[in-house]
């Protein structure tokens, strides 16, 4: 009886571990705008509510790319850059997006 529940909650975690990994985004950031970046933050299009920041500190130059690891799953989803005290907000990518490229003024490129 003891081996029997051993195995239903291995079967569990193992079922858990690859529904997380199952929700995990890899997405290749690049800073095509002529600022360095302080901030990168996402939401799900619309929410307004933003994640933290994704840079975690880090500081990202004009050319720079960054590999980012998204927890979660977005249908749609937005993201804002900051520099210093300013921001620029960009819109509406395809939860499929895994490239994308921001040119300043709110406008980007993404595969």
């Known amino acids: ?3 029997k529940k051993f195995a239903i909650g291995a079967g569990i975690a193992a079922a858990m ?3 997380s990994s199952a929700y995990a985004q890899n997405l290749l950031f690049t800073n095509g705008s002529a600022s360095t970046l302080d901030g990168l933050y996402i939401s ?3 929410s307004g509510n933003w994640e933290e ?4 500190g880090q500081r990202l130059a004009p050319g720079e790319q960054i590999q980012i ?3 979660g799953t977005y249908g749609k989803f937005d993201l804002m850059v900051s520099s ?3 921001s620029e907000e960009y819109y509406e990518y395809p939860g499929s997006t895994t490239q994308i490229t921001i040119h300043g003024a709110s406008e980007s490129d993404y595969q």
């Open 1 to 3: 009886m003891n081996f």
């Open 69 to 71: 690891n998204i927890q």
């Open 53 to 56: 920041n994704l840079l975690g």
């Open 17 to 19: 571990a690859f529904a």
């Open 44 to 46: 799900d299009s619309g």
């Open 84 to 86: 210093g005290s300013a």
